[in-house]
């Protein structure tokens, strides 16, 4: 399952590569890309233990949505008497056979 974060800097959601890992360098748990460039950029260090902790709350939202995933749903059956009411039996076929 992936890992979903959420930007410090800016608030948005990312979904950055399963490797942790852009061809430029490693992924950021706490910034986007568009942060993390221009935190590198000013020369600004991620704090370890913000990483540490961003990974672990993605970890556990992760293991939580999958222990949540729903059971398999039933195939549709049809009953297997005909209903109660009489608006069922009503109809045009009824009609007609009275009119007749």
Not at 1 to 13: Q, T
């Amino acid at each position: 399952m992936r890992l979903v974060f959420e930007c410090v800097e800016c608030g948005s959601h990312y979904l950055p590569p399963e490797a942790m890992a852009y061809p430029d360098g490693p992924a950021s748990p706490i910034w986007c890309t568009g942060c993390q460039t221009a935190k590198r950029a000013a020369g600004v260090r991620e704090d370890p233990l913000l990483a540490r902790v961003a990974l672990a709350a993605a970890r556990a939202a992760s293991a939580r949505a999958a222990a949540e995933e729903p059971a398999v749903a039933r195939t549709d059956v049809r009953p297997s008497r005909p209903p109660v009411s009489r608006r069922a039996r009503s109809g045009p076929g009824v009609l007609r056979g009275k009119l007749a």
